[in-house]
């Protein structure tokens, strides 16, 4: 079997901050009682050339807006939620990540990560507001990470974000966010020094979420 090593996935501190939780609640401060609109469940199948298989969920996602402190068209608020979970098969490490594209007068639908020009956002696992707040010119995209974990030696990883509240700043259109949930993975796993490596195939796997409007 072949092996690899990839460079320049070195992970943010900010990302991982509170990964080993696997529950993020963030939106617990003064955000209220409204219900989330659910939106679609989605799943996702990868196979490598070896025979290799990563498997990724997503279920109980919502979405509904809340009022700013502000209280201008220029500043919406929002919650989200919803549970991400990956499956590998046997042999196979990894690691499943969620993050969140959030565009101001930009169309997400068919949106893939990569694009020039978007701006990385790192959610931390403090802080007194209870919510990320973005400042987001039109035209802008962010791909806001939220959080990772590492597939289990079972070959599984789960994440649970419960009520996490986004404040958008300085958007005065149309404005869409997508979930995003990544899996890195390969037998022989690694990510010792900054670097990827591992044996046979590298599999990534991406799954999005429908995006949804925020106005």
Request: proline share 3%; net charge neutral.
């Amino acid at each position: 079997m072949s092996k690899f090593s990839k460079l320049g996935l070195r992970r943010a501190a900010g990302a991982v901050a509170i990964a080993s939780a696997a529950v993020v609640g963030l939106a617990g401060m003064g955000v209220g009682e409204a219900a989330g609109a659910p939106l679609p469940n989605g799943y996702k199948k990868a196979t490598g050339i070896d025979g290799e298989v990563v498997q990724t969920w997503r279920t109980a996602e919502s979405a509904y807006a809340i009022p700013t402190v502000a209280n201008v068209p220029t500043s919406r608020g929002f919650v989200l939620s919803g549970n991400y979970a990956a499956k590998a098969s046997e042999g196979v490490g990894g690691n499943l990540a969620v993050t969140y594209l959030v565009g101001c007068q930009v169309n997400l639908d068919g949106l893939e990560l990569g694009l020039g020009g978007s701006i990385d956002f790192f959610a931390q696992s403090g802080g007194l507001s209870g919510s990320l707040n973005l400042p987001l010119s039109p035209g802008q995209v962010a791909e806001v990470s939220i959080t990772d974990k590492d597939l289990s030696d079972a070959g599984v990883a789960s994440i649970q974000l419960s009520q996490l509240s986004f404040t958008l700043n300085k958007c005065g259109g149309f404005a869409s966010v997508r979930s995003v949930a990544k899996v890195t993975a390969a037998k022989g796993y690694s990510t010792d020094d900054g670097k990827l490596s591992g044996e046979g195939t590298l599999i990534q796997s991406t799954l999005y979420g429908k995006p949804f409007s925020i106005n």
